[in-house]
């Protein structure tokens, strides 16, 4: 039987295992442009510790995750799903299916979007609606480019938490929430007391996945600040090393400092895979049920 895991075995060397260990390999080197394999030991990581903008980007990185994955991958998703499934199917439906809408959208359909919402104009949507209360308009990437970071990640990742919470809170047995009800007891008891607790695997299962996804994910930063305004103040471990790599000015390019980086990001999430195992407690999600007699 174990021939059949070959093809996928195959696919993880392949697009997994061989990109990192030649992003390793990079990274002891400074390759340029000229793509020639000067090797220079560490010293590109001995750089990252006397770099101060790598500083300045992990704690920018810290921020962006940990915000994004508690006010909207999984703190927003969780309360659009139990508020969908404890309102008439075809409302909590239609509901679902707006906040999909980011998800399906192009990215760059998506981003401008964003652009035209919160740019300065005081016809923009953001100062739109502060007209309404007889303020001036503001520009908001410049005054609070964060919060539209958080806003333009939160509302696409929140689709993906929403569709694990929804399936698992309809996969609760309907006689446990009848009995619940014969009790007396309320909707918020029943969400506290019977399906919080019976969906703590996907809960925790979401919360992982996220902030690994998370950790990698500069798309929408760069298309809507490009790490900016000003000096790096959006600017993430991801997009700094995509930078470094990829978008320097005048063909200068860093792709053996930028692998280094990319390889620190590497180390990370297989720390906080680690961490994030031993502390849910993932292996019993793979343990095989017990039968009740």
Do not use: C
């Not at 659009?80 to 679902?96: A, F, K």
């Not at 969400?191 to 994910?217: C, G, N």
Request: charged share 10%.
């Amino acid at each position: 039987m174990a021939i059949f895991l070959l093809p996928s075995f195959a696919l993880i060397v392949v697009f997994y295992l061989l990109p990192v260990l030649l992003t390793l390999l990079i990274s002891f080197t400074d390759m340029d442009y000229s793509f020639q394999w000067n090797w220079v030991g560490l010293k590109n990581y001995v750089q990252m510790v006397s770099d101060p903008i790598a500083g300045k980007v992990f704690n920018n990185t810290l921020l962006y995750v940990f915000s994004t994955l508690a006010l909207f991958n999984v703190g927003a998703a969780l309360v659009i799903s139990l508020i969908t499934v404890h309102i008439p199917e075809r409302v909590g439906q239609g509901y679902r299916a707006l906040w999909l809408l980011p998800r399906i959208t192009p990215s760059t359909v998506y981003a401008l979007l964003w652009l035209w919402a919160v740019r300065q104009d005081p016809t923009a949507l953001f100062n739109w609606i502060l007209g309404f209360f007889g303020m001036e308009p503001v520009n908001w990437l410049h005054k609070h480019p964060w919060p539209i970071v958080i806003l333009v990640n939160g509302f696409v990742g929140a689709s993906f938490g929403m569709i694990i919470f929804t399936a698992a809170l309809k996969s609760i047995p309907a006689d446990y929430l009848r009995a619940a009800r014969v009790d007396g007891a309320s909707t918020l008891q029943i969400i506290r007391h019977i399906e919080l607790p019976l969906i703590k695997w996907p809960l925790m299962f979401v919360t992982a996945y996220q902030t690994l996804s998370l950790l990698t994910s500069y798309e929408y930063i760069l298309l809507v600040t490009n790490g900016g305004p000003g000096y790096y103040t959006t600017e993430v471990w991801a997009l700094y090393s995509y930078h470094l790599a990829f978008a320097q000015y005048g063909g200068i390019v860093k792709f053996g400092y930028g692998a280094a980086l990319a390889t620190v990001l590497v180390i990370l999430g297989l720390i906080l895979s680690i961490a994030y195992w031993r502390v849910f407690r993932l292996r019993e999600l793979m343990v095989e049920p017990k039968i009740e007699v």
